[in-house]
Nanobody
Framework: QVQLVESGGGLVQAGGSLRLSCAVS????????MGWFRQAPGKEREFVSA????????YYSDSVKGRFTISRDNAKNAVYLQMNSLKPEDTALYYC???????????????????WGQGTQVTVSS
C-alpha cells in the first residue's frame, strides 16, 4: 500500500517562503508521477504543480508559476514544493498525490491520481 505524508506547512507572512515535503512509502516511487494540489475552504481542490516520474517534465498552474518550484529525490522517495513570494490567496490545505507513470490523462485533474496524502495547512497572513 502506498502512503503519502506531507509536512512543512505553517503560518507565514505575505512575501515569505515555505518548503513542503511529501514522503512516499513503497518501492515504486521512481515510477510515479507526482502532483501537488490545494484546497481552500469552500473551494474545489485545484492543481498547483506536477512532476513526471523522471523529473523531466514540470507543470505549474498559472497562479504559482514563477513563485513555486517542484522537485523530487527518487533516492529519498520524496517530492518537494518550494514556495516563495507567498500571497494570502495561497492559503489552503496542500495535498501531495501520486499516480503510476502509465496512467493517461492530464496532470491537472485530481481524478487522474491514485494516491493522496492527508494534507498540510499553509496559512499566509497579510
Amino acid at each position: 500500500q502506498v502512503q503519502l505524508v506531507e509536512s512543512g506547512g505553517g503560518l507565514v507572512q505575505a512575501g515569505g517562503s515555505l518548503r513542503l515535503s511529501c514522503a512516499v512509502s513503497g518501492r515504486y516511487f521512481s515510477s510515479y508521477d507526482m502532483g501537488w494540489f490545494r484546497q481552500a475552504p469552500g473551494k474545489e481542490r485545484e492543481f498547483v504543480s506536477a512532476i513526471s516520474w523522471n523529473g523531466g517534465s514540470l507543470y505549474y498552474s498559472d497562479s504559482v508559476k514563477g513563485r513555486f518550484t517542484i522537485s523530487r529525490d527518487n533516492a529519498k522517495n520524496a517530492v518537494y514544493l518550494q514556495m516563495n513570494s507567498l500571497k494570502p490567496e495561497d492559503t489552503a490545505l496542500y495535498y501531495c498525490a501520486a499516480r503510476p507513470s502509465y496512467y493517461s490523462g492530464t496532470y491537472y485533474a485530481p481524478p487522474n491520481y491514485a494516491y493522496w496524502g492527508q494534507g498540510t495547512q499553509v496559512t499566509v497572513s497579510s
